[in-house]
């Protein structure tokens, strides 16, 4: 009969103290969502909860959603057996290869169990040795760890390795933030990293439509819906800058359009983030990564908002950003060619160290900007993920 249990680890909600309960009933749906459709039971014990009663081919599905849960910190495929000690011996002989060293390393959450840890590791450990000569017993780096879980209940689970899940903390547990979320490589790792620490998302992207294609504004999608995946109740809104580039090119010296542009965005977005009651912004600025993203430019695009800006990379490489991205399945997204509406009018040198005053001084020369701040606004647009 096939009677695997995956049991669930989580981490670090365990320093949260008396509101331990609303980080773990948050979990705990978040689990119960992500496993909708699954025929399974979802059992929840005290620092534990363990999955069971669900089909052989269900498994590889069930583990990978699980390591899409924010606020799991590991889980273990298990087998399960009775108290018994031959019952623990044959099952523990079933899984242990033939050769090479191992240890066994026991738990016991059932006090009253006859043995203790160690006189049960030594029992079943000896028993190993009997029937498998070829084993070497290795308590410090052995080849294989055979863990043996005595639950309370007349359970006993034996299990092999431990599979890391996504760590941070239960989705929805940390507020709300928005999400500038273009078709790049960094700005869906931002959101990712922000939804791991508990935060929940709202996306924005900006389009020039009809100066940026259709398909740039399809990639943010598509991006919004891989996110959707860690974060299950992301939205995402879209709304056109191109009025906006088209003033500023008119207007301003060619090389102010990137940071004029970027402070007409963060404008917007703190406007956008009021109306979806976000907390604060993030965008996937790395320090230094590109003219947009010295301090000069981040104070002086920094300037117009006054609610915290996170920026989740800010002290990441490329290389670091773009290893997470694979993880997350972004990256293949985010390398399909397509334009940003950054590269709209691009100057053939864009400001490297900006000053406000200056920037200012350009920006005055546009003087109908808060009719065209309220048009891009008025034509948000709310995108199904
Ligand atoms: P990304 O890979 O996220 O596009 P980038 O390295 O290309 O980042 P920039 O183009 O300077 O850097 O953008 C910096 C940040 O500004 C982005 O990470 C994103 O948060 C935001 N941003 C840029 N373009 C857009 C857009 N079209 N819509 C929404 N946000 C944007
Ligand atoms: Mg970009």
Same mark, same amino acid.
């Given at each position: 009969m096939f009677n695997n249990v995956i049991i669930l680890r989580y981490g670090e %909600?365990? $320093? *949260? +103290? *008396?509101?331990q309960s609303y980080f773990e009933n948050a979990l705990k749906d978040n689990i119960r969502a992500k496993l909708e459709g699954i025929d399974c039971k979802i059992y929840f014990g005290r620092g534990r909860y363990a999955i069971k009663e669900y089909g052989e081919f269900d498994e590889k599905e069930i583990l990978d959603r699980m390591k899409? &849960? @924010?606020? $799991?910190?590991s889980m273990s495929v298990a087998r399960r057996c009775g108290y018994e000690l031959d019952e623990i011996v044959a099952l523990a002989l079933e899984m242990t290869p033939s050769s090479g060293s191992f240890r066994v390393s026991s738990h016991r959450? #059932? *006090?009253?169990? /006859? %043995?203790d840890s160690m006189q049960l590791n030594r029992y079943v450990g000896e028993k190993i040795l009997e029937s498998k000569p070829n084993l070497t017993v290795d308590l410090? =780096?052995?080849d294989y760890v055979i863990n043996i879980d005595i639950r309370e209940g007349g359970d006993v689970y034996l299990y092999d390795s431990v599979i890391p899940c996504a760590g941070g903390? /239960?989705? +929805?547990?940390?507020g709300n933030g928005l999400l500038l979320l =273009?078709? +790049?490589?960094d700005s869906p790792v931002a959101g990712y990293m922000m939804g791991k620490r508990g935060m929940s998302i709202t996306a924005l992207h900006f389009h020039s439509y009809p100066y940026t294609s259709e398909a740039a504004k399809d990639k943010a999608v598509e991006l919004a819906r891989i996110l959707k995946r860690y974060c299950p109740t992301i939205k995402l809104k879209a709304i056109s800058l191109t009025k906006i580039q088209e003033r500023i090119h008119e207007k301003? *010296?060619? #090389?102010y359009m990137i940071t004029l542009v970027r402070r007409f965005m963060m404008k917007i977005a703190q406007r956008i983030a009021v109306s979806e009651s976000c907390g604060c912004i993030i965008n996937g600025e790395s320090l230094g990564? &590109?003219? =947009?993203?010295?301090i000069e430019s981040i104070t002086v695009t920094n300037a117009v908002v006054d609610m915290p800006v996170l920026? /989740? %990379?800010?002290? @990441?490489d490329k290389d670091e950003i773009i290893a997470i991205a694979q993880k997350i399945g972004t990256f293949e997204k985010s390398i399909e060619p397509f334009e940003d509406c950054?590269?709209?009018? %691009?100057?053939d040198y864009p400001l490297i160290k900006p000053t406000l005053d200056k920037v200012v001084e350009q920006e =005055? @020369?546009?003087?109908?900007a808060e009719q065209l701040v309220e048009q891009a606004i008025e034509n948000i647009e709310t995108i199904e993920l």
């Open positions: %909600l365990y $320093l *949260k +103290g *008396k509101n899409q &849960v @924010f606020g $799991l910190h959450s #059932n *006090k009253k169990y /006859p %043995l410090h =780096s052995p903390m /239960p989705y +929805g547990t940390a =273009s078709g +790049g490589i301003c *010296k060619p #090389n990564q &590109v003219a =947009s993203q010295t920026r /989740p %990379l800010i002290g @990441f950054c590269t709209v009018f %691009l100057p =005055s @020369f546009i003087d109908d």
